[in-house]
C-alpha cells in the first residue's frame, strides 16, 4: 500500500484553489486530464495517482517499473522520475519538498532533484505547507513544528493527537481523537471529546474553543476565514464517522 501525506493523524485538508488538471482512471490505470478541455495530459499508465494539498502529483508503478515513481507539476508537467531500487514510499511535493518513507518506516524529505535533504528519523510527519511541517521524533513522545532545514520551530504539548496542516499560520489541535471506547462485552459508548484550538507557528495557543463553541471539525483557512464544524456530532455506525449538526465560519 502506497502512502498518501504519511499523515496517520493528520487533518490534511486540501487547499481550495482550481487545479489545472485532474486525475482519471481507465482500465485500471491512472493517467491526468486538462481540467477544462479534457485532454489527456499524462497516458493512462500509473497503477496509482496522488495529488498534494499544492496541486502536485506523483504517479506510481508503470508497466515497466511496478515501483518507479513518477512527479508531475500542477499542468501535468513532469520534473523528477524515480526508479526507486530500494522500493520507498514517497508523497507528491509540496513546493519543492516531499516525504519519503524507508525501509525502517521512518520519513524524511527530499527535494526536486531527489536529494534526500532531511533524513529519515520522524515517525510521523505532515507535508510541508507555509514553509513548515509538524514532525514527530523516533526518540520523543510529542509533536514538533520544523522548518525547511529540519531547525525545531516549537515543541508541542505531549497531549496533542490531531494537528492540522498550516494555512495563513494557523494550525488546528486536538487533544484527544474522535474516536468511540468499546468493552469486552462489545457495548458501546459515548466518545470522550478533548480540546479544540488554534496554534500559531511558535505552538502558541491562539484560541481554545472546548468551553465555547465546541468545534470539532475544522477547515483551513483561507482569505481569514475557516470553515467548522460544531456539537452537538452524530456517529454514524454504518459509516464509521462523526459528522457535524451545525456548520459555521469563523476569523483568525
Same mark, same amino acid.
Given at each position: ?159 496533542? !493527537?490531531?494537528?492540522?496542516? /498550516?494555512?495563513? @499560520?494557523? *494550525?488546528? #489541535?486536538?487533544?484527544? %481523537?474522535?474516536? &468511540?471506547? =468499546? ?32 468545534? !470539532?471539525?475544522?477547515?483551513? /483557512?483561507?482569505? @481569514?476565514? *475557516?470553515? #467548522?464544524?460544531?456539537? %452537538?456530532?452524530? &456517529?454514524? =455506525? ?15
Amino acid at each position: 500500500m502506497r502512502i498518501l501525506f504519511f499523515s496517520i493523524c493528520f487533518l490534511a485538508v486540501l487547499v481550495g484553489k482550481a487545479q489545472n488538471v485532474l486525475p482519471a482512471q481507465n482500465a485500471g490505470k491512472w493517467g491526468l486530464l486538462h481540467s477544462t478541455t479534457y485532454q489527456l495530459i499524462v497516458p493512462y499508465l500509473y497503477k496509482e495517482m496522488q495529488i498534494s494539498p499544492e496541486g502536485s502529483y506523483m504517479g506510481f508503478g508503470t508497466p515497466e517499473n511496478p515501483h518507479e515513481t513518477v512527479f508531475f507539476d500542477a499542468k501535468g508537467k513532469e520534473f523528477l522520475r524515480l526508479k526507486n531500487e530500494k522500493k520507498d514510499n514517497y508523497s507528491p511535493f509540496n513546493g519543492d519538498l516531499a516525504a519519503f518513507l524507508d525501509e525502517a518506516n521512518l520519513i524524511g524529505f527530499i527535494d526536486r532533484t531527489g536529494k534526500k535533504i532531511l533524513p529519515a528519523r520522524y515517525i510521523l510527519a505532515s507535508p510541508f505547507h507555509e514553509n513548515m511541517a509538524i514532525v514527530k521524533d523516533q526518540e520523543k513522545n510529542f509533536f514538533q513544528i520544523i522548518d525547511r532545514t529540519g531547525k525545531v520551530q516549537a515543541s508541542l504539548d505531549s497531549a496533542y !493527537r490531531d494537528i492540522s496542516l /498550516f494555512s495563513e @499560520g494557523i *494550525a488546528f #489541535v486536538k487533544t484527544e %481523537p474522535p474516536l &468511540y471506547v =468499546g468493552d469486552l462485552s462489545y457495548t458501546w459508548k459515548p466518545p470522550t471529546w478533548g480540546k479544540t484550538m488554534m496554534i500559531d507557528k511558535q505552538g502558541k495557543v491562539l484560541a481554545d474553543f472546548t468551553n465555547n463553541e465546541k468545534i !470539532r471539525v475544522t477547515h483551513n /483557512f483561507e482569505q @481569514g476565514l *475557516a470553515v #467548522v464544524g460544531v456539537t %452537538p456530532m452524530n &456517529y454514524d =455506525g454504518m459509516e464509521e464517522k462523526y459528522t457535524a449538526d451545525e456548520w459555521g465560519v469563523i476569523d483568525r
